[in-house]
């Protein structure tokens, strides 16, 4: 398993009280001593020493350890392969300060064309043909690596396409890599990873079984880097915040959060739309983003998707070209 010291020190301060991601993306992007980082931490913590430090430093190394094969590595901020971003981001919290990988790591690289396809996880019949139609045109026409959660529905149609045609695919999830969610597509990791494409997670252990609220929040986290580990996001279908469904009396809008967040880092998305579709609900949020983004909406008909497929936009995202301009937003 491949960690850094560095890594690991990154991780250890990250469990002390007052300490987030936006303060590990201000104070830890340069490798400094253990000793240092003590005493950062202590203008918030005030009860932390270099022994009760060290003493955590060795509990989490005996729980990576404990990944086993589940895992190939983890990389933290700071780090010679931490993904450099497409986005110089405001908000530092947003910016992971760690992950843990199984696969390809290559594939965060923004030499990579990445889609995000993204959508319920119902889908009618209808919208699994159109987003197979989309996702394999990006793919043979665009030679996209394709992103998603691993979720059921939609994320899966997609990264069971790019499988079907040999493509790479990345799935982000909302659990640590040896205790996959849903469970039911563990076997559908295992061929992301045997296929050269890769895994990713924030998370090192599963949230207490009774904490929902923790269980959520790792959900909308998720969410958030399908947005900023890709070019372009694509929403098949999904419920909007005030949807109303009679056949799915608590309808999910999960989606919706990736596609926020990809408006805040400017990052183009885009939306699997036909008329066919204006009385069906589980198309409300794609209606809402073709109204928000007025003319620059970029509406994908699978009825004629010759004409409405986006170009590559890896260009035109305005995304900076150089690690020494991008790096991490500082």
Same mark, same amino acid.
């Given at each position: 398993m491949r960690?850094?010291d560095h890594a690991?020190?990154?991780?250890?301060?990250?469990?002390?009280?007052?300490?987030?991601?936006?303060?590990?993306n201000?104070?830890?992007?340069?490798?400094i001593p253990?000793?240092?980082i003590v005493?950062?931490?202590?203008?918030?913590d005030?009860?932390?020493?270099?022994?009760?430090?060290?003493?955590?430093?060795?509990r989490?190394?005996?729980?990576i350890e $404990?990944? !086993?094969?589940?895992?190939?590595? /983890?990389?933290?901020? %700071?780090?010679?392969?931490?993904?450099i #971003?497409?986005?110089?981001?405001?908000?530092?919290g947003?910016?992971?300060?760690?992950?843990?990988?199984?696969?390809?790591?290559?594939?965060?690289?923004?030499d990579?064309?990445?889609?995000?396809?993204?959508g319920?996880?119902?889908?009618?019949?209808?919208?699994?043909?159109d987003?197979?139609q989309?996702?394999?045109d990006?793919?043979?026409k665009q030679?996209a690596?394709?992103?998603?959660?691993?979720?059921?529905?939609?994320?899966?149609?997609?990264?069971?396409?790019?499988?079907?045609?040999n493509?790479?695919?990345v799935a982000?999830?909302?659990s640590?890599?040896?205790n996959?969610?849903?469970a039911? $597509?563990? !076997?559908l990791?295992?061929?992301? /990873?045997?296929n050269q %494409?890769?895994?990713i997670?924030e998370? #090192?252990t599963?949230?207490?079984?009774?904490?929902f609220?923790?269980?959520?929040?790792?959900?909308?986290?998720?969410?958030r880097?399908?947005?900023?580990?890709?070019?372009?996001?694509?929403l098949?279908?999904?419920?909007?915040k005030?949807s109303?469904?009679?056949?799915n009396?608590k309808?999910?809008?999960?989606?919706?959060?990736?596609?926020?967040?990809?408006?805040?880092?400017?990052i183009?998305?885009?939306?699997?739309?036909?008329?066919?579709?204006?009385?069906?609900?589980?198309?409300?949020?794609?209606?809402?983003?073709?109204k928000?983004?007025?003319p620059?909406?970029?509406?994908i008909n699978?009825?004629?998707i010759?004409?409405?497929?986006?170009?590559n936009?890896?260009e035109?995202?305005g995304?900076?070209?150089?690690?020494e301009?991008?790096?991490?937003?500082?």
């Amino acid at each position: 398993m491949r960690i850094t010291d560095h890594a690991l020190n990154v991780l250890t301060a990250r469990t002390f009280k007052g300490i987030g991601e936006a303060w590990l993306n201000n104070n830890l992007t340069a490798k400094i001593p253990y000793e240092a980082i003590v005493e950062l931490i202590a203008a918030k913590d005030v009860s932390v020493t270099e022994q009760a430090f060290l003493e955590m430093k060795a509990r989490l190394e005996r729980l990576i350890e $404990n990944l !086993g094969d589940s895992c190939d590595g /983890v990389v933290a901020i %700071g780090d010679d392969n931490y993904p450099i #971003l497409r986005r110089e981001l405001k908000k530092k919290g947003d910016i992971p300060s760690f992950l843990f990988y199984k696969g390809d790591l290559e594939l965060l690289s923004p030499d990579n064309y990445n889609v995000a396809v993204i959508g319920v996880l119902n889908p009618d019949k209808e919208t699994e043909v159109d987003e197979d139609q989309v996702v394999e045109d990006f793919i043979k026409k665009q030679d996209a690596t394709i992103v998603s959660g691993l979720a059921d529905g939609c994320d899966s149609i997609s990264h069971r396409k790019a499988l079907a045609l040999n493509a790479r695919t990345v799935a982000i999830l909302p659990s640590p890599l040896n205790n996959i969610l849903p469970a039911q $597509n563990i !076997g559908l990791a295992r061929e992301i /990873v045997e296929n050269q %494409g890769l895994l990713i997670t924030e998370y #090192l252990t599963s949230p207490s079984s009774t904490n929902f609220r923790e269980q959520a929040g790792r959900y909308v986290k998720r969410d958030r880097l399908q947005a900023l580990f890709s070019d372009l996001v694509v929403l098949s279908a999904s419920y909007s915040k005030t949807s109303f469904d009679p056949n799915n009396p608590k309808p999910d809008s999960g989606s919706r959060h990736a596609m926020e967040k990809a408006k805040e880092y400017d990052i183009k998305r885009a939306v699997i739309y036909n008329e066919d579709y204006q009385n069906n609900p589980k198309y409300d949020l794609n209606r809402q983003i073709i109204k928000e983004d007025g003319p620059q909406a970029i509406v994908i008909n699978p009825k004629d998707i010759e004409n409405s497929l986006p170009s590559n936009l890896k260009e035109s995202n305005g995304r900076l070209s150089t690690p020494e301009q991008v790096g991490l937003g500082f």
